[in-house]
């Protein structure tokens, strides 16, 4: 398996000047603070430093360095969300994602990076203490205009780069116009130094001002842009006289840059700001195509922006970005230039229209080959933080109608995607606005999805009941959305225990989808019928429809519905005993799993997969199978998942003949469980505590359960995965203070320290010594540093010992 | 130990003895080293006369710094043309004034007299 990298820094895009200093400074504070904050101006440099930073450290945590970019999002929950993206981290039901992500860093040694603060920082400054309260080794790296002001942070000004002085011209600020000039195509000989020098001062040494001024070198010199740069400063009225200096320099310098812009330029880039954050080519072109741009000029006006690095791409020009200062100023001047709302507009209908276009081909339409239904997916979920800010201005401007739209068109939104609560969200609070002029069929269809989340949140009767009201009001013609609500219904009542009701929906459900060519809901209500007559124990039924759904399933071709059925088939053939076939259906969904990410999903059927390799006495890959399924749920912060696969493990040590193993991790699944508030499957454990008590005796089994029970998960799945014997009973150990060795300190200061102990002050020693207080204070400062002591009296105390215990 | 009195409070009457002033100044020039100071380094002091001040100076010595006191009665501007002068990376302060004067200048971290002495934010785990 190839080494998952411990990092997701970006690598850097061009030449990092200078900062030396402040890099080895940042090295070791981060080290010994646990949140730094880099504060300062937009533009100055604070992200790039922080990168830079990360980069270095990257060696020193080995759970990882995790660079969280806050710019692009507007709302306060979404800063946990995105830690959690980031971390891997699903939502659990009935938790907050939070106590998730806390709980999952809990003993990690890894570093966040956190870029972009300031819009969101009282939610930063709370997420943040409450990880750093809860995560002992964790330490945060943040970038904000705005300290946190928080008790554990460590606030760091970014400042300038260096400026140039008389004699030396190579000076930090120097140093990045030069590099940036060449990059430009500009060969700057040495006469113009004097005015490059000019012009960094005037920039006040801000990087991005000098990156904007550098870019234009290919039309003016040094010294013109120098003149028009002193000319504009001395008329600047943006951003109001009282604002700091650096920000009002900052300012003018990218006005004096968007005014050098064609006409069309200064269109599309005040346009470019409606994104939330990357984008590509098509999307601009979607977006921004409108009077007075045609869609395909937008490509060379796009160039231009690079070129005059107001935007930003990567190699492939694949993807565009705006660097958060300059968006900023780009959609304050389309409010000014009152498009905004036009603009946000057609963000909305555009990503609307593409979404739409790729639920469809990735779910809806027949015959399209998986690798483009994949496409699809992947498109889709490129786009998943457009369609969340195209929501919020659906929110925000009433328009609920094409907000629900957008809700039911999207994999990314939904459980199916790994995301449990957001859907929900959404469509509530759409639905809480004004709906007048909202065709009933439309919100009958947007319930369907809200249904469809509260089930994945374990609201199991007001998803039935949402999903019930959704069928009375939906189109009669609406095929689809009715038949994913009939399988919608089906899930929801086998979980409430009501076959009966289930196998009513799953075949009005398959008799629509069949009626209408849908290979999706054929092969959803086959499996639901495949799973209500395993519960009615007609097992030859259920491999029936079960063989029926996988093979619709494979006909339309999407891994996530295979792996469902397949998984299905497995259950009917464990049901009647055939583990070999059970093993096969559970392991042909693995990989389908893998390739789509859904890593609940994959946890859950390795779980499964294991446990009947464990019951087929193939350890090797039973154990290799949970240890995978295991590290999935924990990576994901999923205590259900885990326990799961402690039940699994609990299998595979008593297959094992490993009694006392199996009885542990059953209790440690018993505990997980019912510290979430979960039943726990009662009749297995019984099962097992009847044949360890035979085995092992009342008063060992008894003892075992319980002993396993107060078990750390984590210990307890080591324990059989390893086949461990019982840990012993772990004692509180204090963090061992390393050993200090006597003959770290000079022979100097080993004479001090001796001193201190018939208690001198610095000048009675200064007095022995004959040198002068400052020299001893030095000497004592030394000492202090390399024992790790934090007071003075500390070094008497360690000195008077070591004179008594080596003499 | 020496029970000395080295300095008294004007405004407040309290005395600082040798004792103190040297295990107080140890502790700093710890805190200041850990915030990285190196020797050589030129450290701003902007804090009223009186015992926070000698310590942190005697602090700033001991951690191999070049003490740059500045006056707390200076105005603003003149404040601030000092800072720049000064291209310090550490500032030691508790007055606005200061602070607010150091706002656009070089100064990396800000550090006040409660961070000198003890309570400080850094992590108890962290060596
Ligand atoms: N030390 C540096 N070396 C090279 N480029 C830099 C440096 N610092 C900043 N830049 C460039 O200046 C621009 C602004 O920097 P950035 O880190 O985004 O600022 P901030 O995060 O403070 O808004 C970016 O294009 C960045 O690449
Ligand atoms: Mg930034």
């Known amino acids: 398996m190839p080494e998952t990298p411990r990092h997701n820094l970006p690598a850097e895009p061009n030449r990092f000047v200078g900062r030396e200093r402040d890099l080895d400074d940042l090295h070791d504070l981060v080290g010994d603070t646990r949140v730094v904050t880099l504060c300062g101006v937009g533009g100055i440099g604070k992200t790039r430093l922080a990168l830079r930073v990360a980069a270095r450290l990257v060696p020193a945590y080995p759970d990882g360095v995790w660079l969280v970019e806050l710019a692009r999002f507007g709302r306060a929950e979404l800063v946990e969300q995105e830690i959690a993206r980031v971390l891997g981290v699903r939502e659990e039901a009935g938790r907050p994602l939070l106590g998730t992500v806390t709980a999952r860093l809990r003993e990690q040694r890894c570093l966040l990076l956190l870029d972009n603060c300031e819009h969101l920082v009282h939610r930063c400054a709370e997420v943040v203490a409450a990880l750093v309260a809860g995560c002992p080794s964790l330490r945060v790296l943040a970038t904000s205009r705005e300290p946190l002001r928080i008790a554990s942070e460590l606030i760091w000004r970014v400042p300038p780069l260096d400026l140039p002085d008389e004699g030396a011209a190579d000076a930090e600020s120097v140093q990045l116009f030069m590099d940036r000039a060449t990059a430009a195509g500009t060969r700057l000989d040495g006469a113009s130094l004097a005015d490059v020098v000019r012009l960094c001062r005037a920039l006040d040494g801000l990087p991005l001002a000098i990156e904007l001024a550098a870019a234009r070198t290919s039309l003016l010199s040094p010294g013109q842009i120098a003149d028009r740069i002193d000319d504009r400063f001395s008329l600047l009225t943006t951003g109001g006289r009282t604002a700091p200096a650096r920000q009002r320099t900052l300012l003018g310098a990218v006005e004096w840059s968007y005014d050098l812009l064609a006409a069309k330029e200064q269109v599309l880039l005040r346009r470019l700001s409606v994104f939330a954050g990357d984008f590509d080519l098509l999307l601009a072109e979607q977006v921004c195509a409108e009077r007075p741009i045609a869609a395909n000029e937008i490509v060379e006006l796009l160039g231009g922006l690079v070129d005059k690095s107001l935007v930003l791409c990567d190699e492939g020009r694949r993807r565009y970005r705006l660097l958060e200062t300059i968006k900023r100023y780009a959609l304050e001047r389309l409010r000014q230039a009152g498009e905004r709302e036009v603009l946000r507009e057609r963000h909305l209908h555009v990503l609307c229209a593409l979404q739409e276009r790729h639920f469809a081909t990735e779910v809806v339409e027949p015959g399209v080959p998986w690798p483009r239904r994949f496409e699809a997916l992947i498109a889709s979920r490129e786009l998943i933080d457009d369609q969340r800010v195209a929501l919020e201005w659906a929110a925000e401007s009433g328009d609920v109608l094409l907000g629900l739209r957008l809700c039911q068109t999207s994999t990314g939104l939904l459980p199916l995607g790994g995301n449990l609560r957001e859907i929900v969200g959404w469509i509530e609070r759409l639905l809480s606005l004004d709906t007048t002029g909202v065709p009933a069929e439309q919100i009958a269809h947007a319930m369907a999805y809200l249904a469809y989340g509260l089930e994945a949140k374990d609201e199991l009767s007001r998803s039935l009941e949402t999903a019930r009201r959704s069928l009375a009001e939906m189109a009669p013609d609406d095929d689809f959305p009715r038949c994913v609500m009939h399988n919608l219904v089906v899930v929801v009542l086998l979980r409430m225990g009501r076959a009966e009701e289930a196998a009513h929906h799953a075949e009005e459900g398959l008799t629509v989808a069949t009626r209408s060519g849908d290979r999706w809901n054929q092969a959803a209500s086959l499996a639901g019928l495949s799973a209500v007559a395993l519960v009615r124990g007609r097992l030859r039924e259920a491999q029936r429809h079960g063989e029926e759904a996988l093979a619709r399933a494979g006909e339309h071709g999407h891994r996530w519905l295979m792996a469902r059925t397949a998984v299905q088939l497995g259950a009917v053939a464990e049901a009647r005993g055939d583990l070999a076939a059970a093993r096969t259906r559970y392991e042909t969904a693995v990989p389908w799993l893998s390739e789509l990410g859904s890593d609940l999903e994959l946890s859950r059927c390795l779980a499964r997969t294991g446990r009947v390799a464990a019951m087929l006495h193939e350890f090797g890959s039973a154990r290799e199978r949970l240890a995978a399924g295991t590290d999935i749920a924990r990576a994901t912060g999923q205590r259900q998942a885990v326990a799961r696969c402690l039940v699994g493990l609990s299998v595979l040590a008593e297959c094992e003949g490993d009694l006392e193993g199996a009885v542990l991790a059953a209790a440690a699944a018993a505990g997980l469980r019912e510290s979430i508030g979960q039943h726990s499957a009662t009749t297995r454990f019984e099962e097992l505590l009847g044949r360890a008590r035979t085995k092992l005796g009342d008063g060992r089994t008894t003892s075992l359960w319980s002993r396993g029970r107060a078990m750390c998960p984590d210990v307890a799945a080591r324990r059989v995965l390893a086949g461990e014997r019982l840990p012993p009973k772990a004692a509180k150990a204090p963090v061992t203070a390393e050993p200090v060795r006597h003959s770290v300190l000079t022979a100097r200061e080993q004479e001090i320290a001796g001193l201190l102990t018939r208690g001198l002050s610095n000048r009675g020693i200064a007095g022995e010594l004959v040198i002068s207080p400052a020299t001893v204070a030095r000497h004592i400062a030394n000492i202090m540093e390399k024992l790790g002591y934090t007071s003075r009296a500390q070094i008497a105390v360690w000195a008077a010992e070591r004179s008594s215990g080596s003499g | ?127």
């Open chain 2, 1 to 127: 130990m020496d029970q000395r009195i080295v300095m008294v409070d004007s405004g407040t009457g309290l005395k600082l003895t040798e004792e103190q002033l040297d295990e107080r100044s140890a502790v700093a020039a710890v805190r200041l080293r850990h915030k990285g100071v190196r020797a050589g380094d030129t450290v701003l002091i902007c804090l009223p006369v009186g015992p926070d001040l000698l310590v942190a100076t005697h602090a700033v010595i001991a951690a191999d710094g070049v003490a740059w006191p500045l006056p707390v009665d200076l105005d603003q501007a003149t404040l601030r043309d000092r800072i720049q002068e000064s291209a310090a990376r550490v500032m030691i302060s508790n007055v606005q004034r200061a602070l607010d004067a150091a706002e656009e200048s070089r100064v990396r971290i800000v550090m006040s007299v409660a961070e000198l002495s003890g309570a400080s934010p850094s992590c108890p785990t962290g060596r």
